[in-house]
């Protein structure tokens, strides 16, 4: 094995896990589940049937990660980050025919306790916070929070709030000295290859 796993996890038979990942106390991952390169899977994490997890993923404690999740590279989910792929369950009625997906786009990090209803996007680099609960598309570099979620600015790659929005201009993030381009609907770095 080129990948650590504690004597307590239990990894199904055709799981394919990447190099240099860890698997901690108690987790459970399914046997066509994917997970890539120098990830971390916490503490009683569950990665179901057709879960997608990308390098350089980090998920803390208490995250199940289920069919029809998808996490790009370099995703963080928060300890106890809640995924979903029903929008109507019943105990007595089975509707895996109709899971939901949901993708997370590379370098997103979503806080803890937050919840993602299923069906939607979470774009590159956005940030989730805490206990906060995604129920609609999430923008790249977007800042949200709340019940539902709102967005209330946008975060640089490096997770430091951006300037707020307003008219179109050119915004610098004071710890990394990325720019970015702000309008009312979008934030761009001016530099792709700054955290290449």
Known sequence: M????????IIDEGAQIGHDTKIWHWVHVCS??????????????????RAAIGNGVKIQNHVSVYEGVTLEDNVFCGPS????????PRSAI??????????????????????VVCGHTIGRYALIG???VITKEVPDYALMVGNPA????????????????????NTICHDCGETYLITIQACKPLRSDHFE
């Open 2 to 9: 080129n990948y650590f796993v504690h004597p307590t996890a």
């Open 32 to 49: 066509t589940a994917k997970i890539g390169d120098h990830c971390v899977l916490g503490q009683n994490v569950f990665v179901g049937h």
């Open 81 to 88: 980050v809640v995924f979903t792929n029903v929008i109507n």
């Open 94 to 115: 089975e509707r895996k025919q109709v899971f939901q997906n949901t993708l997370v786009k590379e370098g997103a990090t979503i806080g803890a306790n937050a919840t």
């Open 130 to 132: 805490a206990g906060s």
């Open 150 to 169: 709102k967005q209330v600015g946008w975060v640089c790659r490096c997770g430091t709030k951006l300037k707020p929005i307003s008219l179109e201009l």
